[in-house]
């Protein structure tokens, strides 16, 4: 009888381990939408910050940088593809959300064949809007 229960639980096991290690991996936002610091590094090129706006539509984002780049592209499930304009070369960046508030990747720029990797953390949900004022009053 041993027997029979033994390959059972193992199956069972293996299904419920597998099903953690999905599910673990898996992190879904509810919104991109909102202000990163993003820190790039280039192989052999050395490092830089700065801080992305990004703006969420269904699967498509968009945004931009403080250092005056454009980003467009997808997000599906927990894998992030975009692509950077604006730069010395055209970037292409594919990455994984860690975190709820974090994200992580890897970038080519396809000009001249340089790859690199990309973090980024978020540290605000809010956009900033032009259209967007603060009336105090006094008491």
């Not at 919104?31 to 590094?41: D, F, Y």
């Not at 269904?58 to 592209?73: E, M, R, V, W």
């Not at 997000?75 to 994984?96: D, L, Q, Y």
């Not at 974090?102 to 809010?126: F, H, I, P, Q, R």
Request: charged letters at 25%; one cysteine or more.
């Amino acid at each position: 009888m041993i027997k029979r229960i033994k390959p059972g639980v193992m199956v069972f096991l293996a299904v419920l381990a597998l099903v953690y290690v999905s599910e673990a991996r898996a992190v879904e936002v509810e919104s991109l939408n909102g202000t990163w610091v993003a820190q790039w590094t280039w192989e052999d090129q050395g490092s830089w910050s700065d801080e992305w706006t990004i703006t969420q539509k269904g699967k498509k984002i968009t945004g931009h940088s403080d250092a005056d780049y454009h980003l467009k592209g997808k997000i599906k499930g927990s894998k992030v593809n975009f692509k950077v304009s604006g730069a010395e070369c055209a970037i292409k960046c594919k990455g994984t959300l860690i975190a709820d508030n974090a994200m992580e990747g890897t970038m080519l720029c396809t000009d001249y064949n340089v790859s690199g990797t990309w973090y980024a953390v978020k540290v605000s949900n809010v956009t900033a809007s032009p259209d967007v004022s603060v009336n105090e009053t006094e008491e």
